[in-house]
């Protein structure tokens, strides 16, 4: 397959026709690896999936003298049961993660960047899991680093798909990630797919929680996914009344978009600074991904975070 029909996978429509998880998975990872080798960030490629670095100090036998020939960089061979990270994917499967009610939501693009990653990891010889929540833990499979796992988390991503209107419930997100601090083995690599629809008065229980992750000594990521053009810019016809419908709670009110455009727009920034303030704050990685763009951003944002981890 060509570059080109490797790097159209890295887009969401082409990609969410594609029914099969596992085929998706895979495209998406290659389309990235396939734009990464012609891109700034050249640097990050994923040669330690087969190898790693050697670090002084550590015996030769593992060495790969014919990579040394080649590049005069020592590596060292990584077997098939060496895992480097234990990642736990956790997507958020609340009724507002399926927005908008055309072209492709919320869950819909987290499901296939959640795939993505896992495949990503298990590539790299590290282990994947998957926690799946709305008001409850709906699904959760610890991090293994098998391949053939890989199966059973897609099942139930396509399945969570195929069944969106089953879960009617809010999100409790809070209360999620205190359960996950202590399931999940200590030393994790943390990755929330949400599109924090939290009570803004409620922030505080919410980093109450990232903090018991952290007091844990998991890694956190979070990739906030949001339809930039009308949840955060804010562009609707200004003059046509449209109805703001609140799919957790069912709550609607009927606006003018252009009597209350610049005022939205500055509460949305303003909540959006200051939560990128506490992750700082907090030492947690935070990544808004469009769901309207391709792959590419959110998953180089996700490799670096990685090289960080085991650089």
């Avoid at 990755?191 to 939290?198: G, K, M, S």
Wanted: charged share 30%.
């Amino acid at each position: 397959m060509s570059a080109a029909a490797h790097l159209k996978y890295l887009d969401p429509k082409v990609v969410s026709k594609l029914k099969n998880i596992e085929i998706s998975a895979r495209l998406i990872v290659e389309g990235f690896i396939t734009g990464l080798h012609k891109s700034p960030y050249h640097g990050f490629s994923v040669e330690f999936a087969e190898h790693r670095p050697y670090n002084s100090g550590e015996s030769l036998r593992n060495i790969d003298w014919k990579v040394f020939g080649k590049t005069d960089k020592l590596y060292t061979k990584r077997y098939e049961e060496e895992t480097n990270l234990r990642c736990q994917v956790v997507l958020d499967i609340s009724d507002s993660m399926r927005y908008p009610d055309t072209g492709i939501n919320k869950l819909v693009y987290g499901s296939y960047l959640a795939a993505a990653l896992q495949y990503l990891m298990v590539m790299q010889k590290d282990a994947a899991g998957l926690t799946l929540f709305d008001d409850q833990i709906r699904f959760h499979a610890p991090a293994k680093a098998k391949m053939s796992w890989l199966f059973t988390l897609y099942q139930e991503l396509e399945k969570v798909n195929a069944q969106a209107d089953v879960f009617t419930h809010r999100t409790a997100t809070p209360s999620i990630l205190h359960q996950l601090s202590t399931r999940i083995p200590r030393r994790s690599f943390v990755v929330l797919i949400t599109d924090l629809f939290e009570d803004p008065t409620r922030m505080g229980d919410f980093f109450s929680a990232l903090q018991h992750l952290r007091h844990e000594k998991h890694e956190i990521l979070i990739f906030h996914l949001l339809d930039r053009e009308t949840e955060q810019d804010f562009n609707l016809p200004p003059h046509t009344p449209v109805i703001l419908k609140d799919l957790e709670t069912g709550e609607e009110i009927r606006v003018l978009p252009g009597q209350i455009k610049e005022l939205y727009r500055e509460r949305i920034k303003a909540f959006q600074d200051s939560f990128r303030k506490r992750c700082r704050e907090f030492r947690i990685d935070f990544v808004e991904a469009d769901i309207r763009q391709s792959y590419d951003k959110t998953l180089t944002d996700y490799l670096i975070k990685r090289r960080t981890l085991i650089g």
